[in-house]
C-alpha cells in the first residue's frame, strides 16, 4: 500500500504541533487500510490549511471557516461509503464557520472533522479564537468573561455520531481511528502547539485545555434525497454555422453602459452571433451588486481557436453608450483599440474614437446592441445577418431588430 503522506517536509514553524496531527491522521488511515485514492482531504484557510500537498490523495482547499460545508458537498456528491472525507480545520476556520460544523453535525453527514486547536489564529499572528480557553485568555488578559465555544460539546448535542477532544499526542492516531470508522459525522478537536504565538513546550499547552472528552450519539447518517435534474447543459440550444467571417484568429470586444441597458444581452448576441459565424465565443459580465443602477460590462471574446482564458487583458474594440460605462473602461482602452462612443459623451481622451447616435436612435436600452450592429456593418468582421439571427429567438426579438436597423442607419 502507497502511503499517505507525501515525501514533502511539514510547512510548519519548528515544533508546531500540526506536523503530529498530520502524521496521526496519515497512521490512522494507513492501519484502516485506506487506499490513497478512497481519502479525499478538504483543507480550510489558515496554518491547517498547509495541509494539501503533504497528503497524497485527492485534495480541495476551501475558503475559510467553509471547508465543513464543501466536505459535505463531495460527501453528499460521492455517495460512497468507501470513500473517506477528511475536513481539516483550525479552531479559527471553526470559529468563523461554526454553522457549517453543526449543520454536518445535525444532518450527521458522514465526514470527518479534524480540528487543529491551537487557541489561535496563527497564520494571522496570533489573535484569540472562539475557542480560546478562559484559561488561556487570563493569561494574556483577554476577556475571561466571555467563555470559548465547546464544539465537541455543540457537535455532540447538535446530533454527531461521534464528538472527541484529543490532548494527549500518544492517543491521536487512536481517537483519529476512532474517528473514521465511525458511520457519519465524527469530529475531532486535536490540542496543537503553536510554538510561534504561543508555547514553546507541550506541558505549558497542557496547563490550558479542556480535557479530553468523547461523546456518542448512535444514529445512522442523514441520506439527502437529491432531485435528479438534467445538466445545464442539455437546456442549451446547439448552435450550428450558418455564417462566415472575416477573423483570422480573435478578437476581442468591451461593451460599457449602464445597468438596465441591455448590455449584457447584447454581449450575448455578440457572442452567439459569433458562433453562428464559426467561431468559439465566451462572454463575461460585470456590474454591480445593486439592481438598475451603475455600470453594465461585458466582454466578449470571439475567436478560432477554443477559448482557455476567458480574461480579457487587452480589448481590440471598446464600445461604450454611458458614462457609467466609461468611467468603468478609461483605464482599459489602450492607442491602437477601435473605440465607438455615444455622441452624448464627446470626449478628448480618444481623438480617433468614431461618435454615433445610439442612445438617441435606439433608446437607452438598444443603445448597447445599436452600436455593434454599427461595428458589424463597418468593420464587417462578422455578417449582421449573424447578430439578427442570434436575437431572431428573443422573447423581445422586434424590439432588438429595431435596434439593429437602428445602429446600422
Ligand atoms: S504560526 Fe503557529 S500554528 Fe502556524 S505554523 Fe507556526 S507554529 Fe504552527
Redesign the pocket.
Known sequence: MKKILTKMKM????????GIIVRSIAKALEQLGYENKDTIIVSDI???G?VDPLFDTHSIHGLHGRAPALGVGVSLGLDNPGKKVIVIQ?DGGVTIGLQHVLEAARRNIDITLVV?N?L?Y??T??QISGLSTRKFKEQRDFEVDVPPFDIVKLAHVSGAAFSARATSIKTYPDVMKEALEVNGFSIVEFS???????FKKLDQLQEVIEPPEIFKNERIPVRIHQRVTNSLFDKLDVVEKQFDSKIKSGIGVVVAGSAGGGVQSAAKMLATAGMLSGLHATMKGEYPVTVGTGFSVAEVILSRSYVNYTGLEKPDVVIIVSEDGLNKVRGKIKDNDTVIIDSSLKTDEYPDAIYGDFVRNAGKRGAALAALAYWLKNSTLIDVDALKKAVSTHKYSKVLLEAIDKGMS
Not at 11 to 18: A, L, R, S, T, V
Not at 192 to 198: G, K
Open positions: 510547512p510548519f514553524c519548528q515544533g508546531c504541533g500540526h489558515g496554518c491547517s498547509l483550525g487543529m491551537n489561535l496563527g497564520m499572528g496570533g496543537s502547539l503553536c510554538t510561534s504565538y504561543a
